[in-house]
Every structure is written in structure tokens, then in C-alpha cells.
């Protein structure tokens, strides 16, 4: 039975233009207005099973829902005594996940000339289209959807398991090899923006934490004449407030009541949203005060916080600097200090205490070099800001691009 229903999925798809349901994207480029034609996806691919024949034969690689990575990137160690016997790939090789396909673990290897992949990988070569257009088309929506379709419900909620039967026989629109050849140069231009954008957001982020560290350390001095900085406990310059949990029963999500932020969540893009309200609030933060979250994952967080008033939970610390320290040089001097305080945190429920907190030794500049300090810093933060905003720009723009392109 099963097999009749994938036939007559097939035959379907391949009649399809026959039918007058010409399948065309909503987006083309000039010159081309043919009908694109379905093709089972098993004909397009060649399933393949080169293994290794010994111990680190190749660079050990893994494939994510976010691309081809080196297993040292997203892994501290091998996943397995040995990988030998390991599939061999090189470039252009398709990897598909066998359990995780359904959440768009689907890559075509463009990063590495060669390489190695576990055995629960399946590979295959790229026989009947474009290798450029599968890799930009496979990491679309539209291919995720096509993978989903081929999996059923499996052990548990968060599992379903690959038919891969079904998946051989669902056809794949496409069009001729001149407009796949067209959309691929395309659609790799956008990919080549992106990647150069993420690679400046992420020099700039390491230029920022390179700047941060040597100011704070004395390596850098932007003031001609400074003067000697001098010695405090972070206690003696700012009031520590921490946060407080209610009930749920005492808060609510539809704007009734003080803001109340209540964990790690509520920092997103190095600023602080708001979506539960309380009745019964007692931790204030105020603008300007520096958000350190202390408990959680999310543990050694920093915020300067952009609201006028709002209750804080158990999660945070607000930092409300003294006259001796501007707001700007206390959230950058927090930063500089946060990673050395999530070190010392005992476990994510205890987290950083008060007294570590309040127990760092810092150094103090003017408040004419402070000034200087954070002017310099916010100028990082504002072109890191800009870029970021770039990428977000170029990644929505290529996404709906694919959503036109593709059918």
C-alpha cells in the first residue's frame, strides 16, 4: 500500500504540466517563462559509501542545520571511540541527518575540499542538477517543508523518522540547466555578502573584546595626560540591588503593572524587552542601571538596561554606579569583569553572588578618561550595531528571495 501511495504521488507530480498545472516561481529572471518540470528526488542524487580504512584518516567534520562545521567547532571531543570506517566526502558531496533531517539538518558540503563524517550520515553525489543551485535550494524553507514530508512520527514527540522511500519518490520542481545555472550564480553572490558580513560582525566583536580587555588593563591609554587610576572594591562604587521572583499568579503578560524582567530572555540584541507585568513590585532597576545576570544559563550576561523603571527578577543584579563612576564606564567595566565573575559561580542555580560581585577589586580612572573610555567603546558598539543590522538585512532579503525563487 505504501508503495502504490508513493507511485501515485510520482505520477502525479510528473503529469502535473500535462494537467495544466504549470509549476512556475513566482520570481525570474528575464528570458525564461517555461514551466519548471519535476523529477523524483532519488534521480537526482547517488547514495555512496566511501569509508576510511584507518585511524584520523581525514579531518573529522560534522553537518549542523546551520552548515558543514570541523567536529572541533561545535565539539570538545570526538563523539566515539574511533572513527574509523567513517564515511568519506569531498566537495559538492550532499549530507543528509538520519535524525534530524525533519529540523533541516540537510547540507551540501561547500566549505571543505575533503573530509570525513560518521557513518549515521547519509552522503550522495549530485548527479542530475546543479551542485551550486541543490546547495543554495536545500537550506531553503521550501526544502525543509520537502523533507518534513518524507518523515513520520517516531519514538517521541521531538523525533520522526526518515521514509526514505517516500523521500526518493517526492519529486523536485526544477528548471533547465541555463536558469539553474542563472539562479545558483545568483543566489551564491547573496551567500558570499553574507558570509563576509558575519566574518566583519565577527572581527568587530573580537576587536571590541580585545579594546574592553586592554583598557581595563592599562595595555591602551587613550588620554594624553592620564592620570594614575586608582584602586577600589566595586563595593565602594556602586549600590547592588538583586532581584526578586513572584508567583506566576502575580504576574501577567498583557501590560498591567510595573515591567517585570524575568531571566536571560528578556536581553535580546544587547537590549532589554519586556513582556510580563507585576502588581507587586519591590527590586527596582532603573535606565541606565547595568543588568548582570547572575543565574541561568544565560549566566554573565550584560546589559545596560534601556527601560525607565522595571522590577527585576532573581536572575539579575542591577549596578547603579556612585558619583565617582559614570553609567557608561560601569556597564563597560562590568563586562570586562563578568567573565572572571561566571568563573567563579558556583553552579548555574547558585550562580555569581552578591559577594563576588561586591568583592572585585577594580581600577578607576577620572571621570574625564572615563568619559573618554566609554565615547571610544559606544563607537565600537554603534558600528557593531550597524553591521549586524546589515547581515540581519542581507539574511531576510536572501529568505525571501528563496521563498519566490523556489516553488
Not at 534521480?43 to 542545520?65: G, M, P, Q
Not at 543551485?133 to 517521541?156: C, D, H, P
Not at 523536485?172 to 541555463?178: D, E, K, Q, T
Not at 551567500?191 to 565577527?202: A, E, F, L, M, N
Request: hydrophobic fraction near 35%.
Amino acid at each position: 500500500d505504501r508503495r502504490q501511495r508513493q507511485m501515485c504521488i510520482r505520477d502525479r507530480a510528473l503529469s502535473s504540466s500535462s494537467n495544466g498545472l504549470d509549476k512556475r516561481p513566482k520570481l525570474r529572471f528575464p528570458g525564461f517563462d517555461e514551466s519548471w518540470k519535476a523529477t523524483p528526488f532519488g534521480e537526482l542524487v547517488h547514495e555512496f559509501s566511501d569509508r576510511t580504512k584507518e585511524e584520523d584518516e581525514d579531518t573529522l567534520l560534522s553537518a549542523a542545520i546551520e552548515g558543514m562545521f570541523l567536529n572541533t567547532e561545535l565539539f570538545g571531543h570526538q563523539r566515539g571511540a574511533s572513527n574509523k570506517g567513517y564515511k568519506k566526502i569531498k566537495y559538492g558531496t550532499m549530507v543528509l541527518s538520519t535524525q534530524n533531517l525533519h529540523l533541516g539538518n540537510a547540507n551540501v558540503n561547500q566549505r571543505f575540499e575533503h573530509g570525513m563524517v560518521s557513518p549515521a550520515y547519509k552522503t550522495y553525489e549530485i548527479t542530475g542538477c546543479s551542485v551550486d543551485l541543490m546547495a543554495q535550494w536545500i537550506k531553503s524553507e521550501a526544502a525543509k517543508r520537502f523533507f518534513y514530508n518524507a518523515t513520520t512520527v517516531g519514538a517521541s514527540v521531538c523525533r520522526r523518522n526518515v521514509e526514505w522511500d517516500t523521500l526518493y519518490e517526492q519529486p523536485l520542481y526544477l528548471p533547465s540547466i541555463a536558469e539553474q545555472d542563472k539562479l545558483a550564480k545568483f543566489l551564491t553572490l547573496i551567500s558570499d555578502r553574507i558570509t563576509k558580513q558575519q566574518q566583519y560582525v565577527s572581527s568587530l566583536k573580537k576587536y571590541k573584546r580585545g579594546a574592553i580587555k586592554s583598557l581595563f588593563t592599562q595595555e591602551l591609554t587613550l588620554a594624553e595626560n592620564t592620570t594614575k587610576w586608582e584602586r577600589h572594591k566595586l563595593s565602594d562604587l556602586i549600590t547592588l540591588q538583586s532581584g526578586q521572583d513572584f508567583a506566576p499568579s502575580d504576574y501577567n503578560d498583557h501590560g498591567e503593572g510595573i515591567p517585570y524582567m524575568t531571566g536571560a530572555s528578556c536581553i535580546v540584541d544587547g537590549k532589554t524587552v519586556v513582556s510580563r507585568w507585576t502588581t507587586l513590585p519591590r527590586c527596582f532597576a532603573y535606565y541606565g542601571d547595568t543588568l548582570l545576570v547572575c543565574k541561568g544559563s544565560g549566566s554573565g550576561a550584560v546589559v545596560m538596561l534601556s527601560q525607565d523603571k522595571v522590577h527585576i527578577a532573581r536572575q539579575f543584579m542591577a549596578l547603579r554606579p556612585h558619583k565617582m563612576m559614570t553609567k557608561g564606564f560601569c556597564f563597560y567595566l562590568t563586562l570586562h569583569l563578568s567573565e572572571k565573575m561566571k568563573q567563579s559561580a558556583t553552579g548555574l542555580i547558585e550562580g555569581i553572588d552578591r559577594k563576588t560581585v561586591l568583592n572585585q577589586d577594580v581600577l578607576l580612572p577620572s571621570i574625564m578618561e572615563q568619559e573618554q573610555i566609554v565615547s571610544f567603546l559606544s563607537a565600537i558598539e554603534k558600528s557593531l550595531l550597524t553591521h549586524e543590522l546589515i547581515l540581519k538585512s542581507l539574511v531576510s532579503t536572501k529568505k525571501g528571495l528563496m521563498q519566490q525563487l523556489f516553488i
